[in-house]
């Protein structure tokens, strides 16, 4: 089979003809800062099915919560742009609505929980009142019945004595309970897709459990489609069933879950398994990647993972890997992907 | 575990901070007990891991270890002598020998200093370390030895990574030769490759240069990869300490069987086949907390004894493993698929 580059596989400016609830294609998103441009995302491509959770995995300034906040039109600064670039919703592309449709679209259609819920809330209004407001705001629906909405949906995600505490302020609950009232709200109008971004980092493990455990549950009565933004490969293996793997603002590798943890079709996923400790394994050493992320105002030639790459040779340095087909249904970027996934490279970092 | 006399030995350590209600006639209402009764030994060379969540008072211990903070009760001994009891010029002396990592080197970092600079105010204020003429050299050393280039020292903390500001951390905390390093959260704040790295530094470093760890953070696997030993703490209370073997192999106390089991692997396979305990609700608030056992509002064993009785630390599976609760049962970790 002659390999297709992924961003090449579909006709441009087209919507997705399968049956991808959210699509993603060949996104590029810069800040302009003073004196020089970060280049954010550069040329990510991907899809969502319905009911399916999608995990984006990359560590921090790999592009991945930006490439939320560019689906959802939320990119705060206006130092931030997309540059170029589609994302497909309902057959239409989200980047060319006007706003006032686009609103219409956010919350209603796509619901977003972030990783810090006591930011993410109002601090003074009453959590009902912000849960409510999605009701009244979205589905016109009067003062009284949308509180009394919102005290269902508390008690849905599981808020104990949801009435009594529905007129209670965001910093009257602990960050679980918050986490709860976020994932309320983005649900309230049954979602098509909810964008989680790194939704149960900054909790607590035994409460991480309990919130990873309601967004599946929630999510199957749903059927909704779910894109997990996160950096932990645990929480990964517990809820996705694709995952794509980010670094430096570019998709490196794309797989199913299983098969990714199995064999790794890029040095970086390698170096990523083989740097977590694990609890169930005996602890040999951990085999780190060297080296630290790269300066993402610098357009360099070549594969970006690179200069952290035991497996790295003179054609790295000089051209940048496509995101190509290394197995069935799964790619990688890498110029030796094949012998990576075959395990005949010891990709170390 | 080694012979000899301890490196560091905590003894009935408490520490309260009071809590005051209203705004013009400020009363105290109460008290939080941050620490409370926690009592370790470490000998030299040893590394104890502390695991627990928010609000367990780890934090607190650590800062009491440092003497940054007096402890309501209790005594923190090293070189025989308790650390509240010295004047101030014994105090600075001690201090060098218990140096801190923290979790955000950003913070911890001066941005206004060059990473040299940082270093060497490790020897003015110790000027008996290192004298003059020999301290350009011993900061290039210190530097290498955390795995960074000898000409970083010119540079500024915003030139650096996360994963290398810690590195800078810990050279820092290294300068001036401790003999035990506090490390509270050193890792929780960077990515799985610097955090990575940073693992394989401080186990690296304790080995070659024989430094005592009290190793604080929230997550286990953390935990287990850097210490000996491991103490598990629940709202101000070790409720269970063992050899990082005993505890590993058979967690006896509900709470670290929770942990266990709420700890997640990077393995697809398992998925759905791991028998979870998940914890109904949160950690209660330490200023108003359940009597008798803290633990037993979350606790799926919990009978009437637990109200009344507070569980004190007993031995399990013999001396490598203590546990403070009514009905402690070894069980293996529950990290794989349940046949």
């Given at each position: 089979?002659?390999?297709?580059?992924?961003?090449?596989?579909?006709?441009?400016?087209?919507?997705?003809?399968?049956?991808?609830?959210?699509?993603?294609?060949?996104?590029?998103?810069?800040?302009?800062?003073?004196?020089?441009?970060?280049?954010?995302?550069?040329?990510?491509?991907?899809?969502?099915?319905?009911?399916?959770?999608?995990?984006?995995?990359?560590?921090?300034?790999?592009?991945?919560?930006?490439?939320?906040?560019?689906?959802?039109?939320?990119?705060?600064?206006?130092?931030?742009?997309?540059?170029?670039?589609?994302?497909?919703?309902?057959?239409?592309?989200?980047?060319?609505?006007?706003?006032?449709?686009?609103?219409?679209?956010?919350?209603?259609?796509?619901?977003?929980?972030?990783?810090?819920?006591?930011?993410?809330?109002?601090?003074?209004?009453?959590?009902?009142?912000?849960?409510?407001?999605?009701?009244?705001?979205?589905?016109?629906?009067?003062?009284?019945?949308?509180?009394?909405?919102?005290?269902?949906?508390?008690?849905?995600?599981?808020?104990?004595?949801?009435?009594?505490?529905?007129?209670?302020?965001?910093?009257?609950?602990?960050?679980?309970?918050?986490?709860?009232?976020?994932?309320?709200?983005?649900?309230?109008?049954?979602?098509?897709?909810?964008?989680?971004?790194?939704?149960?980092?900054?909790?607590?493990?035994?409460?991480?459990?309990?919130?990873?455990?309601?967004?599946?549950?929630?999510?199957?009565?749903?059927?909704?489609?779910?894109?997990?933004?996160?950096?932990?490969?645990?929480?990964?293996?517990?809820?996705?069933?694709?995952?794509?793997?980010?670094?430096?603002?570019?998709?490196?590798?794309?797989?199913?879950?299983?098969?990714?943890?199995?064999?790794?079709?890029?040095?970086?996923?390698?170096?990523?398994?083989?740097?977590?400790?694990?609890?169930?394994?005996?602890?040999?050493?951990?085999?780190?990647?060297?080296?630290?992320?790269?300066?993402?105002?610098?357009?360099?030639?070549?594969?970006?993972?690179?200069?952290?790459?035991?497996?790295?040779?003179?054609?790295?340095?000089?051209?940048?890997?496509?995101?190509?087909?290394?197995?069935?249904?799964?790619?990688?970027?890498?110029?030796?992907?094949?012998?990576?996934?075959?395990?005949?490279?010891?990709?170390?970092? | 575990?080694?012979?000899?006399?301890?490196?560091?030995?905590?003894?009935?350590?408490?520490?309260?901070?009071?809590?005051?209600?209203?705004?013009?006639?400020?009363?105290q209402e109460g008290a939080l007990r941050a620490v409370d009764d926690v009592s370790f030994s470490l000998a030299r060379g040893e590394a104890l891991g502390v695991v627990g969540e928010s609000g367990c008072g780890k934090s607190?211990?650590?800062?009491?270890?440092?003497?940054?903070?007096?402890?309501?009760?209790?005594?923190?001994?090293?070189?025989?002598?308790?650390?509240?009891?010295?004047?101030?010029?014994?105090?600075?002396?001690?201090?060098?020998?218990?140096?801190?990592?923290?979790?955000?080197?950003?913070?911890?970092?001066?941005?206004?200093?060059?990473?040299?600079?940082?270093?060497?105010?490790?020897?003015?204020?110790?000027?008996?370390?290192?004298?003059?003429?020999?301290?350009?050299?011993?900061?290039?050393?210190?530097?290498?030895?955390?795995?960074?280039?000898?000409?970083?020292?010119?540079?500024?903390?915003?030139?650096?990574?996360?994963?290398?500001?810690?590195?800078?951390?810990?050279?820092?905390?290294?300068?001036?030769?401790?003999?035990?390093?506090?490390?509270?959260?050193?890792?929780?704040?960077?990515?799985v490759s610097a955090q990575a790295q940073i693992l394989s530094l401080l186990r690296t470093l304790q080995r070659e240069l024989n430094l005592t760890y009290v190793f604080i953070a929230h997550d286990l696997s953390v935990v287990?990869?850097?210490?000996?030993?491991?103490?598990?703490?629940?709202?101000?209370?070790?409720?269970?300490?063992?050899?990082?073997?005993?505890?590993?192999?058979?967690?006896?106390?509900?709470?670290?069987?929770?942990?266990?089991?709420?700890?997640?692997?990077?393995?697809?396979?398992?998925?759905?086949?791991?028998?979870?305990?998940?914890?109904?609700?949160?950690?209660?608030?330490?200023?108003?907390?359940?009597?008798?056992?803290?633990?037993?509002?979350?606790?799926?064993?919990?009978?009437?004894?637990?109200?009344?009785?507070?569980?004190?630390?007993?031995?399990?599976?013999?001396?490598?493993?203590?546990?403070?609760?009514?009905?402690?049962?070894?069980?293996?970790?529950?990290?794989?698929?349940?046949?």
């Open positions: 089979m002659k390999p297709v580059p992924a961003h090449l596989q579909a006709e441009e400016g087209q919507p997705p003809a399968h049956g991808a609830v959210l699509e993603v294609k060949d996104l590029f998103v810069e800040f302009r800062l003073r004196d020089k441009t970060v280049h954010a995302v550069n040329g990510v491509s991907w899809s969502l099915g319905r009911g399916e959770t999608l995990a984006v995995l990359g560590e921090s300034g790999s592009g991945k919560s930006v490439t939320a906040h560019a689906i959802m039109g939320t990119l705060s600064s206006a130092r931030a742009k997309v540059t170029a670039g589609q994302v497909w919703f309902a057959g239409r592309d989200l980047l060319t609505l006007p706003e006032r449709e686009r609103r219409r679209v956010r919350g209603r259609k796509i619901g977003i929980i972030f990783q810090d819920s006591l930011s993410a809330l109002n601090p003074v209004f009453t959590v009902s009142n912000q849960i409510g407001e999605m009701f009244r705001f979205h589905a016109g629906m009067p003062r009284r019945a949308a509180q009394r909405a919102a005290v269902g949906l508390m008690e849905r995600v599981g808020i104990p004595d949801a009435k009594r505490r529905a007129n209670a302020y965001p910093h009257e609950f602990s960050g679980g309970m918050r986490q709860r009232i976020m994932i309320a709200m983005a649900l309230a109008l049954e979602p098509d897709v909810l964008i989680a971004d790194e939704p149960t980092t900054a909790l607590d493990v035994t409460v991480q459990a309990q919130i990873m455990e309601l967004l599946q549950s929630l999510q199957q009565e749903m059927g909704m489609g779910l894109v997990l933004i996160t950096h932990d490969l645990g929480v990964v293996a517990d809820m996705a069933d694709r995952i794509i793997v980010m670094y430096a603002g570019r998709a490196v590798e794309e797989s199913p879950v299983r098969e990714l943890y199995r064999a790794p079709a890029h040095p970086y996923t390698v170096g990523l398994l083989r740097s977590v400790p694990r609890l169930d394994q005996a602890e040999d050493d951990l085999q780190p990647i060297g080296g630290a992320p790269p300066d993402m105002t610098v357009v360099a030639p070549g594969c970006p993972f690179s200069p952290r790459c035991s497996l790295a040779a003179e054609v790295c340095g000089r051209e940048r890997p496509l995101l190509l087909a290394v197995a069935e249904s799964r790619t990688s970027a890498c110029h030796f992907s094949h012998s990576v996934l075959e395990g005949t490279a010891d990709a170390r970092g | 575990m080694p012979e000899g006399e301890p490196a560091l030995e905590v003894r009935n350590l408490c520490k309260e901070f009071p809590v005051h209600r209203g705004g013009l006639l400020r009363r607190t211990l650590a800062r009491l270890l440092l003497g940054l903070e007096k402890p309501t009760a209790g005594q923190v001994i090293f070189g025989g002598r308790n650390l509240f009891e010295l004047n101030t010029q014994q105090l600075r002396a001690a201090r060098r020998r218990v140096q801190i990592v923290l979790q955000d080197p950003y913070t911890s970092l001066n941005p206004r200093m060059t990473i040299g600079e940082a270093l060497n105010e490790a020897f003015e204020i110790h000027p008996g370390l290192c004298p003059k003429s020999q301290r350009r050299e011993r900061v290039q050393e210190l530097l290498e030895m955390v795995g960074l280039s000898g000409d970083f020292a010119r540079r500024y903390p915003h030139q650096f990574s996360g994963g290398q500001r810690q590195r800078i951390g810990v050279a820092r905390a290294l300068a001036v030769k401790p003999e035990i390093l506090v490390c509270d959260e050193p890792v929780s704040s960077l990515d287990r990869y850097v210490s000996d030993r491991i103490a598990v703490m629940y709202l101000g209370r070790i409720v269970e300490v063992g050899t990082k073997e005993e505890l590993c192999s058979h967690p006896s106390h509900p709470y670290t069987q929770a942990l266990f089991s709420a700890a997640p692997i990077p393995d697809p396979t398992l998925r759905g086949l791991r028998r979870r305990i998940v914890l109904q609700g949160d950690v209660p608030s330490p200023i108003d907390r359940p009597s008798g056992c803290r633990f037993r509002t979350r606790c799926w064993k919990a009978k009437d004894v637990c109200q009344e009785l507070e569980p004190a630390l007993q031995e399990v599976t013999g001396p490598f493993l203590q546990a403070a609760c009514h009905f402690a049962t070894p069980e293996a970790p529950r990290l794989a698929a349940d046949r």
